[in-house]
């Protein structure tokens, strides 16, 4: 396994350019399934999990072709197997986004239930109520979900709580179905917002885009004349970044992001001290002093992220005074708490809320990754540390930062990876 070692105690500054967001470009690659001509998709990421979705499309009978780096052609027009199999899904949750575009394009699914993963238990159950309320036979066999409809069935929905791939599910199911489909309780996420918007560019009749009712009125059909769309700005990869100029009290540009779909991270960050500014595609974090902790509850959008908790931590450790962090989306979000302490963070967990007292300095030290934003609070940690810190099992950041060590390098940060052997199944 590649491990990142890291020399701390270095102020980051420079200009970085943000990558397209992974949990936009997931959905939008699975959405590709529904359209019966070619469609291009630019800014894509270079990412583990972008390569795991493309394999997964080819193996359902959709080609793919990469045109340069980050744009990719799909050709869903002949699909040919219902099954996505236990090996894509085992690696990668979000292969449970080809369910919906699956049964509303072919009438079939066959796709392997997904197990839990380090951060929670993660059921897909409400994916599976909406698509049954919109006319699906749904049974599980041998660890799959086998669903079947001639043609599913608009209805109005109602989701008992906000969930992202849940919402995502249901609206690429119901952009083929027959009639209505109101989904009320839907994920308001830029990444949900990126997908209705790519498929309306497929011909879909999608209104209340950005809001948390979404009214579909189902076609026969998508696709159109070669459509094309550019996946947007990662705000993770953005917060991440600006995170890291706050830690080492640098000045870090972030360019080619977007500034309107920040706005609660910025928030904190602000009140950690930093000055902000931004223009149309940047924004650029000053941190003069030592950041002052804050404290916050991750909720659905546009609330605070969950997916900037670790992150924000990282900052809470080495920042002035008491931070206090309440996760609220996830039961196991706070693996990154017992590395953070091999560090020299001081952190007490109690239930769903973590008290991180912060201190002057952090020392290097051997640490382990456990799951994509925990290993980024981790590199994030290790930059603000005195002496070197090794991070073990980083195919986990690989998931999520595009080439981070180099953009962290161009940044003046001391980094550099060693291979290690192949990653564990
Ligand atoms: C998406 O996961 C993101 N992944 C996650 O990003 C992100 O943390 C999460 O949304 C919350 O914003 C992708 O978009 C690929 P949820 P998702 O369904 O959709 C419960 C990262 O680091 N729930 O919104 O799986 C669930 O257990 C990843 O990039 C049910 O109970 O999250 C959780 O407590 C990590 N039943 C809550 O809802 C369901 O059927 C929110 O989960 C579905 C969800």
Known sequence: MDKLVISGNRRLEGEVRISGAKNAALPILAAALLAQTPVAVDNVPELHDITTMLELLRGLGAASRWHNDTSVEINATHLNNPLAPYESVRTMRASILVLGPLLARCGEALVSLPGGCAIGARPVDLHLKGLAALGADIRMEGGYIHARARRLKGCRLVLDQVTVTGTENLLMAAVLAQGKTVIENAAREPEVTDLARFLVKLGANISGIGTDVLEIQGVESLGGNRPRYTVMPDRIETGTYLTAAALTCGRIRTTRTCPQILDAVLEKLHEAGAAIDSG?????????????????????????????????????????????????????????????????????????????????????APVMATDLRASASLVLAALAAEGETVIDRIYHIDRGYEHIEDKLSRLGATIHRIEGSSVPC
Not at 326 to 340: A, D, G, Q, W
């Open 280 to 364: 149309p595609d940047w924004i650029e974090l000053t941190m003069s002093d030592r950041p002052r902790a804050v404290s916050f509850r991750t909720a659905p959008y546009p609330a605070f992220p969950t997916d900037m908790q670790a992150q924000l931590m990282a900052m809470n450790c080495i920042a002035e005074g008491v931070g206090i962090i309440t996760e609220t989306i996830f039961e196991n979000r706070f693996m990154h708490v017992l590395e953070l302490r091999r560090l020299g963070a001081d952190i007490t967990i109690e239930g769903h809320t973590a008290i991180c007292s912060g201190k002057n300095r952090l020392q290097g």
